[in-house]
C-alpha cells in the first residue's frame, strides 16, 4: 500500500480479536514512532507497553473506581473507555519525559510553554506514525485521552514518578472494521494567501 492508500485505511479501533500481538510488531510500530520530528531532536517521549495482566487488572480497577468521581455524562464515557482497554490485547501508555522543556525552564516565559507545546507536538507525531504503521500491518488502535482525567493515579500505581502522561493506545487484530466519517472538503480547510495580495499597487 501506498502511504496515501494507509492514511485512508486506518480507522479507530475499538473491537479486537484475542489474538496477541508479537514482540517484533509492537518493536515495529514503536520503532516508527522512534522517527517522527521533535523539538531540537530531544526525543521526548516514553512508551511503557503493559503485557503483563495482573497489571492490567490493578489498572482497570483504578480506572473504575475513578470513575464514580465524575458527573453521569463524563462518567458514561469514561467507562466506554475502560471497555476499550479492557478488552484489548495490548496496552501502550505514552509519556511526555519534558526533556526539551526543562532545558529551557530557567528561562521562563513564554519559553518554557512554547517548548512544552513542541513537545506535545513531537509525540503526537510518533503517534499518529505508530498508527500508520499498525494500520500496515493489519492492527487496529485506539487513541484514548479520557484517563488522562486520572492521570495522577496512574502514575502512582506505574510508580512513575517525573514523567506526564498523555496518551493511553488500545492495540490489538480487529474485530470491527471501523468507521470512516465524513471529512470536510479542502476548500472549507484551506485558506490561500496570494504573495500578489501583500504587493501594494
Known amino acids: ?7 485512508k485505511k486506518r480507522r479507530t479501533i475499538r473491537i479486537y480479536k484475542k489474538k496477541l500481538i508479537s514482540k ?3 518493536k515495529k510500530i514503536i520503532e516508527s514512532g522512534r522517527w517522527a520530528p521533535s523539538p531540537h531532536n530531544s526525543q521526548p517521549w516514553l512508551f511503557v507497553v503493559i503485557r ?5 487488572e490493578k489498572l ?6 475513578s470513575s464514580k468521581e465524575f458527573l453521569v455524562g463524563v462518567r458514561v464515557l469514561f467507562k466506554n473507555t475502560i471497555q476499550i482497554i479492557e478488552k484489548a490485547p495490548l496496552i501502550i501508555l505514552v509519556y511526555n519525559t519534558k526533556s526539551f522543556s526543562q532545558k529551557v525552564k530557567k528561562l521562563g516565559e513564554p519559553y518554557f ?6 513537545e506535545i507536538q513531537g509525540i503526537s507525531s510518533a503517534i499518529q506514525n505508530m498508527y500508520l504503521m499498525a494500520t500496515s500491518l493489519g492492527i487496529g488502535m485506539a487513541w484514548l ?5 486520572v492521570k495522577e493515579k496512574i502514575n502512582r500505581l506505574l510508580k512513575i514518578k517525573k514523567y ?7 492495540l490489538g487484530y480487529p474485530a470491527e472494521r471501523g468507521k470512516r466519517l465524513k471529512r470536510k472538503s479542502l476548500s472549507e480547510i484551506v485558506k490561500f494567501i496570494e504573495e500578489e495580495s501583500y504587493i501594494k499597487k
Open 24 to 26: 517484533n510488531l509492537i
Open 113 to 118: 510553554s512554547n517548548a512544552y507545546i513542541s
Open 52 to 56: 503483563n495482566n495482573k497489571l492490567k
Open 60 to 65: 482497570l480497577k483504578l480506572l473504575n473506581r
Open 145 to 149: 485521552t479520557f484517563p488522562l482525567l
Open 164 to 170: 506526564e502522561l498523555v496518551a493511553i493506545l488500545t
Open 1 to 7: 500500500m501506498s502511504v496515501q492508500q494507509i492514511i
